[in-house]
């Protein structure tokens, strides 16, 4: 059981309802015009939280390897070999097997979803699939980690909002719909507020390791205005999106998550001091989630 509770924490837990907000969304807009699969919509929420917990080993690998990871200077949760729970030899055979999974998963749905009639879509995934592991990999470990010249929130925002909501309503549908733009840009400026969250809670310690994040680049005060652009970014896009599909009064309940997300602004806007931003990590990634629930639910009503 000590082992088991060791990776559980080590795969960071918190961090996988956001990741599969995009298929949700995704799945109820393809609900909503008819071409929704049960089979696709699990195969996806099962490849995409397998991505999620390879990019979060691999993160904790690559920034010990980095000395990102120590115990003078980490600010937010303890990692996994940091704390000397996993050794690294443990952690790379874990990010290998990883991978594994995440092959195995993503051959099965690509062949759910397109079987042998549709090939180029089937080759377009499975190339998608590929710097999806790439990405995930090439995070924080190697010599040209983009996560530490400051191209995560560009990462976020492609993988979480535009590949997860437009890619996956593809897989329903085999062809692109207009109607996913302004719903995967919502996740992804919001996902990619999650990361800068992380990244100013931990910006003195990443730049004494030299891992030089986007709030690292900006410092604490421009970090935080480029916050309240993305949170309101990812707003406005969602109050489009209901405003240009309006059907019903019941297409709007997702503007309830909007309640959470202005008080999380006005919590981000008080706080001097960057421990002070954990906390405010779950509560944007669950009001992410809440507004992909609501958003979804509020075209199925």
């Known amino acids: 059981m000590k082992n088991i509770s060791i990776w ?4 960071r837990l918190r961090t996988l309802p956001l990741s599969i907000s995009g298929i949700i969304v995704a799945g109820s807009l393809a609900e909503y015009n008819g071409v929704f699969d049960g089979l696709i919509f699990t195969l996806a929420i099962a490849a995409t939280l397998s991505y999620q917990i390879l990019s979060n080993l691999a993160n904790d690998y690559g920034d010990f ?5 120590n115990d003078q200077d980490r600010v937010g949760p303890t ?3 940091q704390s000397g729970n996993i050794t690294q030899y443990e952690m790379f055979h874990a990010i290998r097997l990883n991978i594994l999974i995440c092959i195995v998963l993503t051959i099965f749905l690509i062949f759910t979803a ?3 009639k549709h090939l180029l879509l089937s080759l377009l995934f499975f190339f998608l699939a590929f710097l999806s592991v790439r990405a995930a990999m090439k995070y924080t470990m190697g010599d040209k980690a983009f996560g530490y010249k400051g191209l995560g929130d560009i990462y976020v925002f492609i993988f979480f909002g535009l590949i997860s909501v437009i890619g996956c309503y593809v897989l329903f549908a085999k062809q692109f719909d207009h109607v996913t733009i302004l719903p995967a840009i919502t996740i992804g400026l919001l996902s990619a507020g999650v990361l800068n969250l992380n990244n100013m809670r931990d910006a003195i310690g990443d730049l004494k390791s030299n891992k030089i994040t986007l709030a690292v680049r900006l410092g604490f005060d421009n970090a935080k205005k480029y916050h309240y652009f993305l949170i309101l970014g990812g707003i406005v ?3 489009f999106f209901g405003m240009l599909y309006y059907v019903s009064p019941f297409n709007l309940i997702f503007f309830i998550a909007y309640i959470p997300l202005f008080l999380h602004l006005k919590r981000v806007k008080a ?6 931003f954990d906390p405010e990590l779950k509560k944007l990634a669950l009001s992410t989630v809440l507004l992909a629930l609501l958003l979804g639910a509020g075209h199925l009503l």
């Open 114 to 116: 397109f079987g042998v």
């Open 79 to 81: 990692r996994a070999i």
């Open 271 to 276: 706080i001097t001091n960057p421990v002070d």
């Open 65 to 69: 390897e980095k000395g990102t990871d």
């Open 237 to 239: 896009a969602s109050f």
């Open 8 to 11: 559980l924490s080590a795969i």
